[in-house]
T-cell receptor, first 114, second 114 residues
Framework: DAGVIQSPRHEVTEMGQEVTLRCKPI?????LFWYRQTMMRGLELLIY????????DSGMPEDRFSAKMPNASFSTLKIQPSEPRDSAVYFC????????????FGQGTRLTVV | GQQLNQSPQSMFIQEGEDVSMNCTSS?????WLWYKQDPGEGPVLLIA?????ELTSNGRLTAQFGITRKDSFLNISASIPSDVGIYFC??????????????FGRGTQLTVWP
């Protein structure tokens, strides 16, 4: 398996624009997580899904953020409208909750909002 | 939410020295994980611990699951320059509404001088 695949790797956008981040989890994994990483706050869990159903979205900072998982092999995180304070690295991770199948992370999307 | 306190925040050591970092939690976890993050990459799993008191090694790395289930430590022996990176602890409660959710520490930035 190629691992968790995120796209794009880098995104630079102007304030107010819509941003869509994409994630393809590892095949067969039933959990998918979206994290945001900043120097100030470290790794923050935004939302996670189990079998395509959102379980906990309490980490989503505002209504400007939304996430979907239309099927087991694809998820999106959307920010609309984007703001400079959204600049961060966004990671997607997938997992099977049993021994030796812990969360595997993608390489992340570095988002810069100017 | 559950808080993880990871220390130290950063370490500067000489090649060949041993390293020790730890993580404490305000609540009980059933799983402790240790990840390493290289610059520009996502966190990569180093060691997974599933049982209180468990001591597990992976090459020069050794990690232990505390018997109180509220703490874990990671040791790196005979450090080498490629050990440089950010090390994260993560815990999972595996119960109720938090099933599947990982809580992360703020990370330990390790620098190894040749």
């Amino acid at each position: 398996d190629a691992g968790v695949i995120q796209s794009p790797r880098h995104e630079v956008t102007e304030m107010g624009q819509e941003v869509t981040l994409r994630c393809k989890p590892i095949s067969g994994h039933d959990y998918l997580f979206w994290y945001r990483q900043t120097m100030m706050r470290g790794l923050e869990l935004l939302i996670y899904f189990n079998n395509n159903v959102p379980i906990d979205d309490s980490g989503m900072p505002e209504d400007r953020f939304s996430a979907k998982m239309p099927n087991a092999s694809f998820s999106t995180l959307k920010i609309q409208p984007s703001e400079p304070r959204d600049s961060a690295v966004y990671f997607c991770a997938s997992s099977l909750i049993r021994a030796d199948t812990e969360a595997f992370f993608g390489q992340g999307t570095r988002l810069t909002v100017v | 939410g559950q808080q993880l306190n990871q220390s130290p925040q950063s370490m500067f050591i000489q090649e060949g020295e041993d390293v020790s970092m730890n993580c404490t939690s305000s609540s009980i976890f059933n799983t402790w994980l240790w990840y390493k993050q290289d610059p520009g990459e996502g966190p990569v799993l180093l060691i997974a611990l599933y049982k209180a008191g468990e001591l597990t090694s992976n090459g020069r790395l050794t990690a232990q699951f505390g018997i109180t289930r509220k703490d874990s430590f990671l040791n790196i022996s005979a450090s080498i320059p490629s050990d440089v990176g950010i090390y994260f602890c993560a815990g999972r409660a595996d119960r109720g509404s938090t099933l599947g959710r990982l809580y992360f520490g703020r990370g330990t930035q390790l620098t190894v001088w040749p």
